[in-house]
């Protein structure tokens, strides 16, 4: 049967999906929009399945913050090619899904939540028949504060939050600075008391590994260990780390150079690397 092209261009903006694959779902629909719209989720099941062993180690790591900066969100929507990733309907797509995600408080209500008349679970495995590519939510994170910021680094490979204990003229302009702090230096925690006491154990047993080859005595052992787990600290830790763009002021020193109460309150990161 013969298809107008309006009915095709209708059922792509409905979907995403390629004007040829539009054409033909209508087609085998016999002009049916709402079966038009079943048969391409099918074969995004179908695409879906079959691809199911695939990495997915692409895609785009966006972040966002509400309108008041009290909460912020990190998705990563991934697929398998760097293509794929830097297409610009494809950022589109994570972005509008970015947008459903900050109303969201953990993954499942995220992948639940509705999307087009469709939940988010439903509409990965849409596009991955649209794309013909793996796609799916590679990592979801969110924060509250009382001043939440964010930073996305050059072709959305990493995302962050960072959080603020307060709220002052110039809070969106230290949130992103420590926020992008954590995006170069990948700390394990925010503070000596965030790191795992087995991380604390193994490094201190490794200190002293490399100390006994040294010849160092036995005796002397759980001293210099101590003074190499502070360094450890100050290299892993976001507050203590070197401030990157000032390396004679930690993070902790930058944000309470502003306020001397100020305080960062925590970092998420997402990466695909």
């Known amino acids: 049967m013969k298809i107008a092209a309006a009915e095709v261009n209708k059922l792509r903006q409905a979907t995403g999906a390629g004007m040829m694959d539009c054409k033909k779902a209508l087609v085998e629909a016999e002009g049916d929009f709402e079966k038009a719209i079943e048969n391409l989720r099918k074969k995004g099941q179908k695409v879906a399945a079959n691809r199911a062993d695939r990495i997915s180690s692409e895609g785009a790591v966006l972040a966002k913050v509400n309108s008041e900066n009290t909460k912020g969100v990190l998705v990563s929507i991934n697929c398998e090619t760097d293509f794929v990733a830097k297409n610009e309907s494809y950022l589109n797509f994570a972005n509008a899904l970015l947008d459903i995600?900050?109303?969201c408080d953990n993954l499942?209500?995220?992948?639940?939540?509705?999307?087009?008349?469709?939940?988010?679970?439903?509409?990965l495995i849409e596009q991955t028949g649209v794309l013909g590519?793996?796609?799916?939510?590679?990592?979801?994170?969110?924060m509250n504060s009382a001043f939440v910021g964010c930073y996305i680094h050059a072709g959305n490979k990493i995302a962050t939050l960072a959080g603020l204990s307060d709220i002052m003229d110039n809070s969106q302009e230290i949130a992103?600075?420590?926020?992008?702090?954590?995006?170069?230096?990948?700390?394990?925690?925010?503070?000596?008391?965030?790191?795992?006491?087995?991380v604390i154990e193994k490094e201190i047993e490794i200190a002293k590994d490399q100390l006994r080859q040294e010849g160092k005595p036995e005796a002397?052992?759980?001293?210099?260990?101590?003074?190499?787990?502070?360094?450890?600290?100050?290299?892993?830790?976001?507050?203590?780390?070197?401030?990157?763009?000032?390396?004679?002021q930690s993070v902790a020193k930058y944000v309470s150079s502003f306020d001397e109460n100020l305080i960062v309150t925590g970092f998420c990161r997402l990466s695909l690397i």
């Open 101 to 103: 995600a900050l109303n």
């Open 108 to 123: 499942e209500s995220f992948l639940s939540s509705n999307f087009q008349g469709m939940t988010v679970s439903e509409k």
């Open 133 to 142: 590519e793996k796609i799916e939510v590679g990592g979801f994170k969110i």
């Open 176 to 198: 992103k600075n420590v926020a992008m702090q954590a995006a170069a230096m990948n700390p394990i925690a925010l503070n000596e008391e965030g790191v795992d006491s087995t």
């Open 220 to 248: 002397m052992l759980d001293n210099i260990a101590k003074g190499k787990i502070k360094r450890f600290f100050k290299d892993n830790t976001l507050v203590n780390q070197d401030y990157i763009k000032d390396s004679k």
